[in-house]
């Protein structure tokens, strides 16, 4: 709530040169590569990409919730509210996640713990972080069940995950996230696991909380779809690394990397009538072999004889957009 | 949860009843126990007069109906050495039985537990690579060996504690740490991996991002979850060490039902015998209802898969 309200031009998340990577037995898995994000107060952003593209692992390690050892790397600067994360005690990094940001994961049912009431759930960080009591939590999580829509929400308290559907338990992952009024809200593909009719029921349910706390959304996803239902900004990774951002209308109608343009048409899309959807080639590269070079020249339709040996760097297309893409002007010269 | 308790407690019922069928058949079967009570040169005559006294003249039929009326009324017999009835033998020692089960499975959980928990959170460490070894050594060490080594060092050698006897709480000590390392194996290693399967599960990051303390995602949203195998295994555990630790009351000389077992055995106290594989059933029986409503209590989805 305070974030809408405050004058404040700083960004309210920066992270700059992430990288995660991670040694297992069959060598490093470098899940995400130089990773860069920035995002305004009350702003929402997707990342985009395929499955194991990094994203989720870029927005845990933002969380710093990597156990911190001898088989995970991580190095980068994330600033929260001007304040860098990395230097943070393990006590104020839990403040802030619980206080500050919210990270609401993929899968609604293993994501709540089968054991405790769903009223407990939603009241647990109020409990640890300001010490509420029984009563008052009782009342907070009827108004956090009536925020995301679940019907009769004072008899549900004494339910368990178990005993809602799908689309509900989303609702109550959501509601669990938004119970300390953060001002981020990370979901991690939060309509996966829906069908389509609850999955825009979730998209508009996110779309006005945003509006009623002006919290900060980063909307982790794979569906195109779902992008531009909801993000003013996109970041598309491939393979650990960012290859294009840019303003949601820009990345949908100019897009400057072969990759963003492919996931494009892999949409369905009702202005256009084909036989079949247009598919990427090959699959995404294993982390532990990635490619020389730009990293998606093995799939590119563009792709140069020089792509395979000279790394790609985002290289800034027109204001707020940039691409990693080294002939993003010889590739799509005239395109729009 | 009603509809469950009933169906549990029929199940325990027909337990008793198998226990009992079988009990009276086989020791049937193993035989005339005159010639073990009476002296060698006793003649038919006494014989017979001892078998009608012990009512095992009649027809085997007749003989299991009255069995199964008197157990139904708590009376499984007398002794044939002691005058005093098989329940007031049993009970006799059943206190003694009972303090060590209780102490031995106390111990066990306060060690084992938290062990398998921290080995499953170092997972490779050395606390993970010891409990797992000395599981393995737990696992393969038969109690009256490790109870002679106990008495060995502790009682013998040091001094500090009673070999035998069930004077005081010093002269628990041995049996119930002998029956941990028995114990101690199968609890610590299932905590271990039921961890090790928590552990990653999303909800256990969750109560992370809501800002909550390691100690606490380990109890409250952890072990909650983890310890529920643990607590079906415990259950088996207690009971049957409520059904008497043989090996370990033999070594230590501890009056409990184990070593009535022992006893009445190879003296061919038939009734006794009888009277224990009754009681362990009962046990059994009552250890799995009681089992079966904590897990109930413990686990949600168990109540309305019904």
Same mark, same amino acid.
């Given at each position: 709530?305070?974030?809408a309200?405050?004058?404040?031009?700083?960004?309210?998340?920066?992270?700059?040169?992430?990288?995660v990577?991670?040694?297992?037995?069959?060598?490093?898995?470098?899940?995400?590569?130089?990773?860069?994000?920035?995002i305004?107060?009350?702003?929402?952003?997707?990342?985009?990409?395929?499955?194991g593209?990094?994203?989720?692992?870029?927005?845990?390690a933002?969380?710093r919730?990597?156990?911190?050892?001898?088989?995970?790397?991580?190095?980068?600067?994330?600033?929260?509210?001007?304040?860098?994360?990395?230097?943070?005690?393990?006590?104020?990094m839990?403040?802030?996640?619980?206080?500050?940001?919210?990270?609401?994961a993929?899968?609604?049912l293993?994501?709540?713990?089968p054991?405790?009431?769903?009223?407990?759930?939603l009241?647990?960080?109020?409990?640890?972080?300001k010490g509420w009591s029984?009563?008052?939590?009782?009342?907070?999580?009827?108004?956090?069940?009536?925020l995301?829509?679940?019907?009769?929400?004072?008899?549900?308290?004494?339910?368990?995950?178990? *005993?809602f559907?799908?689309?509900?338990?989303?609702?109550?992952?959501?509601?669990?996230?938004?119970?300390?009024?953060p001002?981020?809200l990370?979901?991690?593909?939060? +309509?996966t696991?829906?069908?389509?009719?609850?999955?825009?029921?979730i998209? *508009?349910?996110l779309?006005?909380?945003?509006?009623?706390?002006?919290?900060a959304?980063?909307?982790?996803?794979?569906?195109?779809?779902?992008?531009a239902?909801?993000?003013?900004?996109?970041?598309v990774?491939?393979?650990?690394?960012v290859?294009e951002?840019?303003?949601?209308?820009?990345?949908?109608?100019?897009?400057?990397?072969?990759?963003?343009?492919?996931?494009?048409?892999?949409?369905?899309?009702?202005?256009?009538?084909?036989?079949?959807?247009a598919?990427?080639?090959?699959?995404?590269p294993?982390? +532990?072999?990635?490619?020389?070079?730009?990293?998606?020249? +093995?799939?590119?339709a563009?792709?140069?004889?020089?792509?395979?040996?000279?790394?790609?760097?985002?290289?800034?297309?027109a204001?707020?957009?940039?691409?990693?893409?080294?002939?993003?002007?010889?590739?799509?010269?005239?395109?729009? | 949860m009603?509809?469950?308790?009933?169906?549990?407690?029929?199940?325990g019922l027909?337990v008793?009843?198998?226990?009992?069928?079988?009990?009276?058949?086989?020791v049937?079967?193993?035989?005339? @126990?005159?010639?073990?009570i009476?002296?060698?040169?006793?003649?038919?005559? $006494?014989?017979?007069?001892l078998?009608?006294?012990?009512?095992?003249?009649?027809?085997?039929?007749s $003989?299991?109906?009255?069995?199964l009326?008197?157990?139904?009324?708590?009376?499984?017999g007398?002794?044939?050495?002691?005058?005093?009835?098989?329940?007031?033998?049993?009970?006799?020692?059943?206190?003694?039985?009972?303090?060590?089960?209780?102490?031995s499975?106390?111990l066990?959980? #306060?060690?084992?537990?938290?062990?398998?928990?921290?080995?499953?959170?170092?997972?490779?460490?050395?606390?993970d690579?010891?409990? $797992?070894?000395?599981?393995?050594?737990?696992?393969?060490?038969?109690?009256?060996?490790?109870?002679?080594?106990?008495?060995?060092?502790?009682?013998?050698?040091?001094?500090? #504690?009673?070999?035998?006897?069930?004077?005081?709480?010093?002269?628990?000590?041995?049996?119930s740490?002998n029956?941990?390392?028995?114990?101690?194996?199968?609890?610590?290693?299932?905590?271990?991996a039921?961890?090790?399967?928590?552990?990653?599960? @999303?909800?256990?990051?969750?109560?992370?991002?809501?800002?909550?303390?390691?100690?606490?995602?380990?109890?409250?949203h952890?072990?909650?979850?983890?310890?529920?195998?643990?607590?079906?295994?415990?259950?088996?555990?207690?009971?049957?060490?409520?059904?008497?630790?043989?090996?370990?009351?033999?070594?230590f000389?501890?009056?409990?039902?184990g070593?009535?077992?022992?006893?009445?055995?190879?003296?061919?106290?038939f009734?006794?015998?009888?009277?224990?594989?009754?009681y362990?059933?009962?046990?059994?029986?009552?250890?799995?209802?009681?089992?079966?409503?904590l897990?109930?209590?413990?686990?949600?989805?168990?109540?309305?898969?019904?």
């Amino acid at each position: 709530m305070t974030s809408a309200t405050r004058e404040n031009d700083s960004p309210l998340l920066t992270v700059e040169q992430l990288s995660v990577e991670f040694m297992t037995p069959l060598g490093t898995v470098a899940a995400v590569n130089d990773f860069g994000l920035s995002i305004g107060r009350g702003e929402s952003v997707a990342i985009v990409g395929e499955s194991g593209s990094g994203k989720s692992a870029a927005m845990r390690a933002v969380l710093r919730l990597y156990p911190e050892n001898r088989r995970t790397r991580i190095r980068g600067a994330v600033a929260f509210d001007g304040v860098q994360l990395a230097t943070l005690s393990n006590r104020r990094m839990r403040e802030i996640r619980g206080d500050r940001m919210a990270l609401i994961a993929q899968d609604a049912l293993s994501s709540l713990n089968p054991s405790l009431t769903v009223g407990y759930q939603l009241t647990e960080a109020l409990r640890i972080r300001k010490g509420w009591s029984a009563g008052r939590c009782r009342k907070r999580a009827v108004e956090l069940l009536d925020l995301v829509g679940i019907p009769s929400a004072a008899e549900r308290l004494k339910d368990y995950p178990h *005993q809602f559907s799908g689309g509900m338990r989303q609702r109550v992952l959501i509601a669990t996230g938004l119970a300390l009024d953060p001002d981020l809200l990370i979901a991690d593909e939060p +309509t996966t696991a829906l069908d389509v009719t609850i999955q825009a029921q979730i998209l *508009q349910l996110l779309r006005d909380l945003r509006q009623e706390t002006g919290m900060a959304l980063v909307i982790i996803t794979h569906d195109m779809g779902v992008v531009a239902e909801i993000a003013e900004r996109v970041t598309v990774m491939y393979a650990g690394a960012v290859v294009e951002s840019g303003g949601m209308r820009d990345i949908f109608t100019s897009p400057r990397h072969p990759y963003t343009e492919g996931l494009l048409n892999a949409v369905p899309r009702s202005d256009r009538r084909a036989e079949r959807l247009a598919s990427i080639p090959g699959s995404p590269p294993s982390p +532990t072999t990635r490619p020389s070079g730009c990293r998606f020249h +093995t799939r590119c339709a563009y792709a140069r004889a020089d792509c395979a040996s000279v790394p790609a760097g985002l290289e800034i297309v027109a204001p707020g957009h940039a691409s990693a893409c080294r002939y993003w002007k010889e590739n799509f010269h005239g395109a729009d | 949860m009603r509809k469950l308790l009933v169906k549990h407690i029929a199940i325990g019922l027909l337990v008793v009843f198998g226990a009992l069928t079988l009990t009276f058949v086989l020791v049937r079967m193993s035989g005339d @126990p005159t010639g073990l009570i009476l002296p060698q040169d006793a003649s038919a005559a $006494q014989r017979a007069q001892l078998r009608a006294q012990l009512g095992i003249d009649k027809p085997l039929l007749s $003989q299991y109906f009255s069995y199964l009326g008197g157990a139904a009324r708590g009376d499984l017999g007398k002794s044939y050495f002691d005058s005093s009835s098989v329940s007031a033998v049993v009970l006799r020692y059943l206190p003694n039985t009972a303090i060590l089960a209780a102490a031995s499975f106390a111990l066990t959980v #306060l060690v084992a537990v938290p062990l398998g928990t921290l080995a499953a959170m170092r997972r490779g460490g050395v606390l993970d690579r010891v409990v $797992q070894a000395v599981a393995v050594v737990g696992n393969s060490v038969p109690s009256f060996w490790s109870g002679l080594l106990l008495l060995q060092v502790f009682a013998v050698t040091l001094g500090w #504690l009673p070999t035998f006897g069930t004077a005081g709480v010093a002269s628990l000590v041995l049996p119930s740490v002998n029956l941990m390392l028995y114990l101690f194996p199968n609890m610590a290693r299932l905590t271990r991996a039921s961890v090790l399967n928590v552990l990653p599960m @999303p909800y256990v990051d969750t109560a992370r991002t809501k800002g909550a303390s390691e100690g606490r995602v380990m109890t409250v949203h952890v072990l909650r979850n983890a310890l529920l195998p643990v607590l079906a295994l415990g259950g088996v555990q207690f009971g049957s060490l409520l059904g008497g630790a043989v090996l370990t009351e033999t070594v230590f000389a501890w009056p409990g039902v184990g070593t009535l077992a022992v006893h009445s055995i190879s003296r061919s106290d038939f009734p006794v015998v009888q009277g224990i594989v009754v009681y362990v059933a009962v046990i059994f029986a009552v250890v799995t209802v009681l089992t079966e409503v904590l897990a109930r209590a413990a686990n949600p989805r168990l109540r309305t898969a019904v």
